[in-house]
């Protein structure tokens, strides 16, 4: 069982950044990836970003290419999301995940608004 816990969202001006962290309870071993997904109001939720604890090694949707960078903070069981440049329509909910798993974290908003 993995519990995971986000924090670091917030109110930001466009063109401004964020740092959002992950913190898992339980270990996580190598085989795993964690997801960034979000979830804007009236829209279906969005793959955004993963990596790969074992070697953490990035992937990002082509919307955030460029302007959010996910890495592991330590041993494998917290994750960060820098994300800069902010636009307007990155606000949204934005919630951790391990792929192919139920454990999702409980979200965290992020609002990009002058």
């Known amino acids: 069982q993995v519990q995971l816990v986000e924090s670091g969202g917030g109110v930001v001006q466009p063109g401004g950044s964020l740092r959002l962290s992950c913190a898992a309870s339980?270990?996580?071993?190598?085989?795993?990836?964690i997801e960034w997904y979000r979830q804007a109001q009236g829209k279906s939720r969005e793959l955004v970003a993963s990596?790969?604890?074992?070697?953490?090694?990035?992937d990002y949707a082509d919307s955030v290419k460029g302007r959010f960078t996910m890495s592991r903070v330590d041993d494998m069981n917290t994750v960060s999301l820098q994300m800069n440049s902010l636009k307007p329509e990155d606000s949204a909910v934005y919630y951790c995940?391990?792929?192919?798993?139920?454990?999702w974290g409980q979200g965290t908003q992020v609002t990009v608004s002058a």
């Open positions: 990596v790969n604890v074992a070697d953490g090694r990035p």
């Open positions: 339980g270990q996580l071993y190598s085989g795993y990836y």
């Open positions: 995940h391990v792929r192919n798993s139920a454990w």
